[in-house]
């Protein structure tokens, strides 16, 4: 913010500006100079100087004001106008100045001052300020309060300084008076701008990191989406081809007269068909663990209810599916999601928990849905999950869920909490 930069330089030179009309310091100044230069021209350059030190606060002054009130973002063009001509006024009457010290007038270089920078000042300042306050935020009430009481009480000391008919004794404190209330109210003024840039800023990084996780859910939703397309053509070859060969071998056996066979060829054609129709079994699982028409069919609540069937019926333990709460109504993309962590878990948790009863329990309240997944097994970490499928998998899943997963230790047996809001899944 180049308001603040601008706003520094502002009060560095008015406070050398103060610090001049403090006589101690403003003759003991014009004491060390006359030291160098001699008392007459210590006293011309200690004069122009005063001036021109007035000349840089004022610029300063009307540049942090067109900062701060923002013109620099909303009208370019007639701000770097305004820029061009102060730096072209500054440059001018830093001219001016040496000339008039090397000539000894410093009368000159005040008249220029009077009847030339203060009307061109007023006239840019007055209508570049009204034309930005039009463009700027609340924080222009701040900078209306404080500017106003400023240059009025500026207004006053410059007239009574001047205008010696006027009587007035010290009019220099009402500069003073202008320079303590226009500073309190340009603190706050400040103060709520930052507050202003900060918010922003705090929107602007949200967006960018809501972009992002938009942009990685893309990405994620194209790979389990390529994953899904995946699985579903494995399967189909399954179902089609081997599975396929298998029922032709089995035809072909059938076609085999066992009582015309010695005792071993027949106990082999026996075992040989068993042993395909326990691969034909296993096929139709795989296919259809990789394939769940069943969501299609009958939702997730009807798939997860076959599958812990299933499970219970392959493994021989006791596995139940409870659901509760009100009906659940996603997507079959996210649908398809939740299956798989589902299964995921639960294969890995027969496969190392040596468990004899699990469950999967669905509670639904809209929009939290917390799915449980528990068993009375010996335990196993997500570690003990193959990192390149497993997990990885479940991990994909629950990030473009925006779920949270979390494993609790139940003393013996394992449990894994998902939950996820089911305003924030994405609608894929």
Partial sequence: EKSFKYYALYNIFLVIYVLSRYDPIYDGSQELLALVLGGKNAAVLMHITSFLVQVAFYNFYTIFALYFLDLDKHDKKFFGRIIWILRLLGSFFVVLGILCFFIKNEDLFIDFYIFLYVPVMLSLFLPSVYRAIKFSGKHKDYFLIGASSFVFCALIAFTGSFVSSLNMNNPIIFFYIGIIVETIFFSLGLAFKMKLINDERNKIRAEVIKHKHRQQISRFSGLLQGEEKERKRMAEELHDGIAGDLTAIKFQLSTFNIDEASPKNAAVVQEVSKIINNSYEQIREISHNLSPSSIINYGLRGALENFCQK????????????????????????????????????????????????????????????????DNGKGFSTKEINPGIGLSNIDSRIRFLNAKFVKENVGQGSKFIIDINTDQVPDH
């Fill in 311 to 374: 499970i219970g019926n392959n493994y021989q333990m006791k596995f139940d599916c409870d659901y509760s709460g009100e009906k659940l109504e996603l997507s079959k993309t996210v649908q398809v999601h939740i299956y798989r962590i589902i299964q995921e878990l639960v294969n890995n948790m027969v496969k190392h928990a040596g468990a004899t009863e699990g469950k999967v329990e669905i509670t639904y309240h809209k929009p939290a849905l917390r799915i449980v997944v528990k």
